[in-house]
């Protein structure tokens, strides 16, 4: 899904009462699926924040050196305020994993997020992979507002004209 980066929030660490062995036991563990099997870059693109959800610890504001004396990290909305935008390319094609539809008026609307591309009112488009062709008559965005343009990024629903 191009996830560049990714965040390892270790739960429940009040449970352990905060100990570096149980949170190192976790990383180590999981440290060879996600190199080997996902094909992250441990070192540079995965991030380990431990966290007591209950609690709210280190969720909002950092833990104390008295709880978690051995961490010294950001808390784990610091740490996503500050992962790096994702650069979204609109050259590609169009694609738009669907997450639901529905008929209406006798046509089909579905909702996704648009992963790469653009697209705009009355474009052709093909359905994969039935290679099914349609036209796209209305793009509505998150408000219900009806646009022209929908580009990479975007939550949207389209209402297709000749898909059934």
């Not at 965040?7 to 100990?19: A, H, L, R, T």
């Not at 180590?28 to 870059?41: H, I, M, R, V």
């Amino acid at each position: 899904m191009g996830s560049g980066y990714l965040i390892v929030i270790v739960n429940k660490m009040d449970e352990c009462e905060w100990k570096k062995d149980r949170f190192d036991y976790i990383k180590a563990n999981l440290t060879p699926f996600l190199k080997d099997t996902c094909g992250y870059d441990i070192e540079t693109k995965v991030i380990w924040v431990p966290v007591s959800g209950f609690h709210g610890l280190n969720i909002n504001s950092p833990i104390g050196k008295e709880i978690c004396p051995w961490y010294d990290g950001k808390t784990l909305l610091d740490t996503l305020d500050t992962m790096p935008k994702v650069e979204r390319i609109e050259r590609h094609c169009l694609r738009i994993p669907v997450f639901d539809s529905f008929k209406d008026q006798g046509n089909l609307i579905v909702f996704g997020k648009l992963e790469s591309g653009i697209i705009k009112e009355g474009q052709k488009l093909t359905l994969m992979p039935t290679q099914k062709e349609f036209t796209c008559l209305k793009i509505i965005d998150n408000e219900d507002n009806e646009i022209a343009m929908a580009k990479s990024g975007d939550n949207i629903k389209v209402r297709c004209k000749d898909l059934t």
